[in-house]
């Protein structure tokens, strides 16, 4: 199946500070990629659907000042989570589908586990 | 708006006996359905999808489901459990509209027993 790489799998930022999380399709371009965020035991959460070129659509309840994300090329899309404090603390996950074939499956980076101290 | 239930948060099956871990789906339209399977600290991997035809989907490692419109269920099976298929198991429901968004079941975690 196709590969998309998150980057990094780990990181542990201080209180204020911004983490940008990297997610690349490495085999297929993506015009479509997903942000997620999963918290223990618990199912993947819809933060936001990141579409290349354009402004991301972000679900109920989701701060678009505190995650932004960019969709610059058809294979690389970020999420910053800015002046992050302990409750963000969580598993980010992306996903990305193909431009061609609505009918494909996602695909999903490894995640990112993101410790805010 | 689009649904998915998956009843039980953890299914325990003895290793070498058939498992199975259901879903149950809610669309307006014709659904597509897949499975995904997650292992600690990992991202998702995909097991296997229905978009159309056959109701009865084969995926990855040995996994397979039934489509079910009648009882709107796709329940994920595996004729004999390995220890290794222990993991978090999702089922996902995605709309063919728009930004085709991808919606997750709660998960049920899977534990197989030597």
């Known amino acids: 199946g196709a590969v998309v790489s998150q980057h990094p799998s780990r990181v542990i930022c201080k209180s204020g500070t911004s983490v940008k999380i990297e997610c690349r399709s490495l085999d297929f371009q993506a015009t479509t990629m997903f942000w997620y965020r999963q918290f223990p035991k618990q199912s993947l959460m819809l933060m936001a659907t990141s579409n290349e070129g354009s402004k991301a659509t972000y679900e109920q309840g989701v701060e678009k000042d505190k995650f932004l994300i960019n969709h610059a090329s058809l294979t690389l899309s970020t999420l910053t989570v800015t002046s992050a404090h302990p409750e963000d603390s969580s598993f980010y996950i992306c996903?990305?589908?193909?431009?061609?074939?609505?009918?494909?499956?996602?695909?999903f980076g490894q995640g990112t586990r993101l410790t805010v101290v | 708006a689009q649904s998915v239930a998956q009843p039980e948060d953890q299914v325990n099956v003895a290793e070498g006996n058939p498992l199975t871990v259901k879903c149950t789906y809610s669309?307006?339209?014709?659904?597509?359905l897949f499975w995904y399977v997650q292992y600690p600290n990992r991202g998702l991997q995909f097991l296997l999808k229905y978009i159309t035809g056959d109701n009865l989907v084969k995926g990855s490692y040995g996994f397979e489901a039934e489509f079910n419109k009648s009882q709107t269920s796709f329940h994920l099976k595996k004729p004999s459990a390995l220890v290794s298929d222990s993991a978090l198991y999702f089922c996902?429901?995605?709309?063919?509209?728009?930004?085709?968004?991808?919606?997750f079941g709660t998960g049920t975690k899977l534990q197989v027993i030597p």
């Open positions: 996903s990305a589908i193909a431009s061609a074939g609505r009918n494909t499956e996602a695909f």
């Open positions: 669309v307006s339209g014709n659904p597509y």
């Open positions: 996902a429901v995605r709309d063919i509209g728009g930004y085709q968004k991808v919606t």
